[in-house]
């Protein structure tokens, strides 16, 4: 569908029919637009962009990658960024703001309102991933003295700047909060009835200075598709709405799968991430690694004879390794994804880690089967048995340490999603040479 | 807070103060309740959920875990199950009954009314993970002859059984969606108006037998809390609302943290699993990557001869092919990931894998640099030299690998996810292992 919409555009573009390309843009979906946009040549672009209408055009910028919101700035007149500017939600400018280059972000701010400033600047105020940063103060607010009908005059007055219109937030004359209620049970109640009446008080807030994941966590587990964002004194500044939150979520669960790579966490996507950004991103844990394999390097070095009297040892020394290091980082996985769902607590560390032995034992007896097999048939019996045993021991002491380190970060205040998989391999590699090298040397020189 | 209410709730059943407990309990958020329900003594429990309000108490129940749900189905009463099965939404009965073992879930369906069997087969009838299994029948449609006011009407007497009232669908005399409008406008509009004349024809649907996972992207596109389901004759047959997205969005990062580590999604949650799931989960891909080892062992074994006269190789073995492995895990997470946002399309692999070789050139490099350092103390220049020449190989081939492998799993319709970081640590190593004592043999017998 997109694709006709494209060539459709471009039909008129060359046709330069121009109220034929506004009636069709500014019937599309934003985030179509948007893509649109992208689609099309550059000189077509700021065209396109100029026949949008004001409104339609902030609210189809906002959903532009901060790439090309940066490349469409560098177009449009100071007249344009400043109405452009002017017209986005303060949520979606703060981010924006936050996002551009520094220089560009000066340059923005000194076009913005007095008032647009202050709501800027109270939002990028708070701490970067803290609920503050997700609000909008455009929300609906009325009093417990009014009725219903008053309720619903306001509505109708001040709805169409609000957000949503889904709830409605009672606060009292210092604007703390006292309630939170669906617009629906307005609708359902009598217009003469006093709000106070209809008022339950239950209601689920946030604090502006929690951290966004929190918010996620709210919505997830009262199903709620806006929350109230209050200060320490109780007093409503914003909503958060279901859209940012989603966002959060599925942000921070590619943190954690970058993390779980030892991938220090991107700021964009990676489709657009350039090389020197990948790179600093992803040096970091791997020299961190070499480092740390210096100690398995000079375990091994401590066995140097069993190795030149049993050359075929080494045929099996990456299996053992990496099989210890796959049982830990699938350990670390489901430990560090629980952790991450609020499933299990710090208080479960001690059942899950007797459950994650019995596992590993069942896990490590079968692969001590499997590859006494290809032992016996490589390398003859002894070998075989050396093999065996110690994959079965490598298996359960890479889970062990899966299962624990992400309960040990967390207790000592680090995420534990940085348990990542080359983490818990570099540490299964150390004790999974010293088991090995140490039975060889036990069991052979005893058998030769 | 819910520490104390515990113990408050606790003192209360103490008293056998049941008017207090009933007011304290139905004064709860119900996902509040549901937590209590389980930290109460087993006697206590099915008096509390016996106190609650018939559609709180199948609310509370609906948020259950599902071995929580069977237990408490055990203690109720036939006539007790039929009335908490009839007051749960269609889409929560179904998704409770798909999860309860098969013998439980066949004794409630003989339980149901044949309205609302219908509903749950009808629910039931949609492939797992797809679209149809997350939506409800409870939404308020109105009709474009109508004017506004009748259209409000109309939501004050359905409003109370409908699952949102945010939205409102526009239909025809066939059922055939023509819109999906905003509560907000109706409120907005002047009540003698025709609903004809508010509707603007653009609304955003999902097709019940789409992937659950297409709901996901398209509310996080369209920003939307609440999509039409339709059937393909177009006619709308549910709602689904973000609540469910959420919780959809959560699930299937799971699933791809999970098959990361190579692990088979598991059914439930971590902390719940038992013993055998997790086992059989787990075993699969390990021991599949045991004999995918064979090959790297079996190239192990053809140097023989260049080992036994170079032990010092063995020292860093661990280190060039765990090295190869992460750069190589990195890689493939990243790509995995960007492939599951929809960041990245298949048709950007050529752009993408240059940029990788880039990138692992400078990692590459870096890290051979280090490993030269520490190679030199260790074992001299010549074998210093090999490993750092190999490094810088390694790294590249692994991270060459981490980029392709998911874009071919994809290509060949499997799930990109399934290039985990063990199947790529495997990969790399036979690679590794090649590369390395190859260059050995060529550069070590001619210096030596």
Known sequence: MLAEQIDHVRDLIEQKNWTAIRETITNMPEPEIAELLFDVETNDRMLLFRLLPRDLSSEV???????????????????????????????????????????????????????????????????????????TPYYVAVRPEWTVGQALDHVRKKGRDSETIDVLYVVDQHWKLLDALDLRRF?????????????????????????????????????????????????????????????????????????????????????????????????????????????????IANFEDTIAANVALVFFLPLLIDSSGNAGSQAAT??????????????????????????????????????????????????????????????????VIGTALPFILKRLNFDPAAASAPLITSLSDISGVLIYFSLATLLLSQVQ
Chains 1, 2 share one sequence.
């Open 187 to 299: 609708i359902l109640a009598d217009p003469q009835t006093k709000v106070a009446d209809i008022m339950d008080s239950q209601y689920i807030y946030l604090n502006a200075n929690q951290d966004r994941e929190e918010a996620v966590r709210t919505m997830e587990r009262y199903d709620l598709s806006v929350l109230p964002v209050v200060d320490s004194q109780n007093v409503l500044i914003g909503i958060v709405t279901f859209d940012d939150v989603l966002d959060v979520a599925q942000a921070e669960a590619t943190e954690d799968f970058h993390k779980g790579a030892a991938v220090s966490p991107l700021k964009g996507s990676y489709r657009d991430a350039r090389l020197p950004e990948l790179y600093r991103k992803r040096i970091g844990w791997l020299l961190a690694l070499v480092f740390a394999n210096v100690f398995s390097g000079a375990a």
């Open 61 to 135: 910028f906002a959903l532009l990658e901060t790439d090309q919101q940066n490349k469409l700035l560098t177009e449009l007149t100071q007249e344009e960024t400043r109405h452009l500017l002017s017209k986005l939600s303060p949520d979606d400018r703060a981010q924006i703001l936050d996002e551009l280059p520094g220089a560009v972000t000066q340059r923005l701010l000194n076009l913005l309102s007095p008032e647009d400033l202050r709501e800027t600047r109270q939002i990028l105020g708070y701490p970067p991933e803290s609920v503050g940063r997700l609000m």
């Open 334 to 399: 489901l430990m560090v994804r629980a952790l991450a769902m609020d499933e299990v607590k710090m208080s479960d560390w001690w059942r899950l880690l007797t459950k994650e032995i019995f596992v590993s034992a069942a896990l490590g007896f079968t692969m001590a089967l499997a590859v006494s097999l290809i032992g016996v048939l490589r390398a003859g019996i002894e070998i075989a048995l050396v093999v065996a045993l110690t994959m079965a021991l490598v298996v359960i002491v890479g889970s």
